[in-house]
């Protein structure tokens, strides 16, 4: 192995999945830390938890416990991924989990660049733009666990470590790979990276060939397989038939227009929090109503802020939360055992209660679906695929588009 990657959420392991495979390198997505050893043969291993909401001191063990993992397969570099939009509270999780990976590495300085420009996250000055709105106006300040309203990585970064953050500008940046690496030998701490195209990106990549970790979005894995000597490929897929399921979970502005969009092509249930509190909806009846419907029916919990909100202060944003990630754990649990073989999930904590109902160890990297989704297949289980997308990702039509690509073969 070559690459580890350490990913906070599910979303984003697959998200870098993607990148990684597409970039020519062998990818498995591993759920949680392994028990046994990765097959010597992968060039990347990326390690999925689910530590972006965890209480902080639970998300840095988690995190450890992965990267000597990955050291231990062989990987010479780790990736600590983090969303595109750097979502955090003020307590962490990111900067603790840097600071404590960094000490296990012996680093001084970390190379840190969220930017994904194929999906409009563009990093400036040290913000964070999400096209063309500073981060604080694109929707992300209304994310019901990590609301984020500072636009400014370094003031994001600066108030959850104590250690010096830094900065490398735009202008260094397109210099090149060497002016960038340069750069970084004067600073130390963490080291916020602009980068605005792919080309940054790949120019970063180049630049980071001999650090031993490094911190990004998925868009921080263009450049890195040719430092290893790996050419671009498309992975190869078969094509999954079947019952089909779309689980949407995120309250983002993209995901309600891609459920609404949806809506008008097949059949819907919405989850209320009160109702699954209350126990007046079930997994099991609302399998039984998917397994009913016609097509590849929808089950959302995708609500507007202010309802979000009120549910949060009637029940308390915890749980909440856990309540409904509960339920479609254990939805898609029974999904999978009633022969659905596609399921479609959007949002990055939904993601990962899905795979965990589902029991799943390791998930197999199929081409995209979109900018920053791949197709995934659930290694040694009966036909099982799923799409796991983070709330902001994908056109309005994703849902229908997905579906139809988890049939064809490439």
Not at 111 to 126: I, K, M, T, W
Not at 170 to 187: E, F, K, N, Y
Not at 327 to 335: K, S, T, V, W
């Amino acid at each position: 192995m070559k690459i580890g990657v350490i990913a906070d959420d599910f979303t984003g392991a697959s998200d870098i999945a993607l990148t990684l495979a597409e970039a020519g390198m062998r990818v498995a997505q591993f759920i949680g830390v392994p028990e046994t050893d990765a097959d010597p043969d992968l060039g990347a291993g990326v390690v999925a938890l689910k530590s972006r909401t965890e209480p902080v001191a639970d998300a840095v063990k988690a995190s450890r416990a992965a990267g000597k993992w990955l050291r231990a397969q062989g990987a010479e570099q780790i990736i600590f991924k983090v969303c595109s939009t750097f979502d955090s509270t003020d307590q962490g999780n990111i900067g603790p989990v840097l600071d404590a990976l960094a000490d296990d590495l012996g680093v001084d300085r970390t190379l840190v660049c969220p930017a994904f420009p194929e999906n409009g996250r563009s990093v400036y000055q040290g913000h964070l733009f999400v096209f063309d709105r500073l981060l604080n106006e694109s929707g992300m300040q209304d994310h019901p666990l990590t609301p984020m309203t500072d636009p400014d990585l370094r003031r994001v970064l600066a108030a959850q470590t104590a250690r010096e953050i830094g900065h490398i500008p735009a202008m260094t940046v397109a210099a090149g790979a060497t002016a960038i690496r340069d750069a970084l030998s004067r600073t130390k701490g963490h080291v916020i990276v602009d980068a605005i195209h792919n080309a940054d990106l790949m120019a970063i990549g180049t630049a980071s060939k001999d650090l031993p970790f490094i911190c990004g979005g998925s868009g921080i894995a263009l450049g890195l397989p040719a430092n290893f000597g790996a050419t671009p490929a498309t992975p190869d897929w078969a094509g999954i038939c079947g019952p089909a399921v779309v689980i949407s979970g995120s309250c983002s502005r993209a995901t309600r227009a891609q459920v609404a969009t949806y809506k008008s092509l097949a059949a819907s249930f919405e989850i209320a929090a009160a109702d699954v509190i209350d126990g007046k909806v079930t997994a099991a009846s609302i399998a039984d109503w998917a397994m009913a419907q016609t097509g590849a029916p929808l089950v959302y919990s995708s609500a507007d802020p202010d309802v979000v909100r009120a549910a949060q202060a009637q029940f308390g944003t915890t749980r909440a939360a856990h309540a409904i990630e509960t339920l479609f754990a254990d939805l898609a649990a029974i999904l999978a055992q009633r022969g659905v073989t596609r399921i479609v999930v959007a949002g990055g904590e939904t993601s990962g209660a899905v795979v965990s109902g589902l029991g799943a160890h390791t998930l197999e990297i199929g081409p995209r679906l979109a900018a920053g989704v791949p197709v995934v297949r659930v290694a040694g289980a009966a036909p099982l695929c799923l799409a796991l997308k983070s709330g902001n990702f994908g056109g309005p039509d994703f849902f229908a588009e997905a579906l139809t690509r988890m049939e064809t073969p490439t």
